[in-house]
């Protein structure tokens, strides 16, 4: 398996709270991507980043800022929780953007917000 | 735009039954197509994947080819069992979109002894 672990695994907050998941990875790759699941919508991209300090926006990014300081971690910050950002959140690592490279998932945060 | 339709479940099967699981997609010029499976609680895992057109992906006894004229790439399984349960996604990569996957909305399979 991957070595890929997000933190924290649960969260329950309130609405206005700002709130940061981490992604680690022991893998060394290079490209990771946060995205999150809801119900009648698969997986949709938040942001996603191909390299230390390079990042760019995906599907849904409102509301959401990433950081990515170090190889390893890959911070999504929600500002300010909203009811609407109620969702698990998977991270997912790739060696390149190639589509031979395949794409490893996290096990996930389920984040609710009161 | 890139987008990914897949059939709506849930789809409930008895065990050693024929399965389908519909996917077409939407993209511009070549896309590689991709299933992923999530087993409960868990994250996603690559199950199968085809990179161009005619490509047949097979794992664990599940194919899906890639029909470039029909725009498609259906998930089968001839004979399915209990452990094959879990929520099963299609998705496609452009790739001029730095590895970005377009999901479809995931279809729930659940298969009784």
């Known amino acids: 398996d991957a070595g890929i672990t997000q933190s924290p695994r649960h969260k329950v907050t309130e609405t206005g709270t700002p709130v940061t998941l981490r992604c680690h990875q022991t893998e060394n790759h290079r490209y990771m991507y946060w995205y999150r699941q809801d119900p009648g919508h698969g997986l949709r991209l938040i942001h996603y980043?191909?390299?230390?300090?390079?990042?760019d926006k995906g599907e849904v990014s409102d509301g959401y800022s990433v950081s990515r300081s170090k190889t390893e971690d890959f911070l999504l910050t929600l500002e300010s929780a909203t009811s609407s950002q109620t969702s698990v959140y998977f991270c997912?690592?790739?060696?390149?953007?190639?589509?031979?490279?395949?794409?490893?998932f996290g096990p996930g945060t389920r984040l609710t917000v009161l | 735009g890139n987008s990914v339709t897949q059939m709506e479940g849930p789809v409930t099967l008895s065990e050693e039954a024929f399965l389908t699981i519909n996917c077409t997609y939407t993209a511009t010029g070549y896309p590689s197509l991709f299933w992923y499976v999530q087993y409960p609680g868990e994250g996603l895992q690559l199950l199968l994947k085809?990179?161009?057109?005619?490509d047949k992906g097979s794992n664990k006894g599940f194919e899906a080819t890639y029909r470039k004229e029909t725009t498609s790439f259906h998930l089968e399984k001839g004979s399915v069992q209990v452990s094959d349960s879990a929520v099963y996604f299609c998705a496609l990569e452009r790739g001029s979109t730095l590895g970005r996957l377009y999901f479809g909305r995931g279809t729930q399979l659940t298969v009784w002894p």
């Open positions: 980043s191909y390299g230390v300090k390079d990042t």
């Open positions: 085809a990179t161009k057109a005619d």
């Open positions: 997912a690592i790739s060696e390149s953007s190639s589509s031979y490279n395949e794409q490893f």
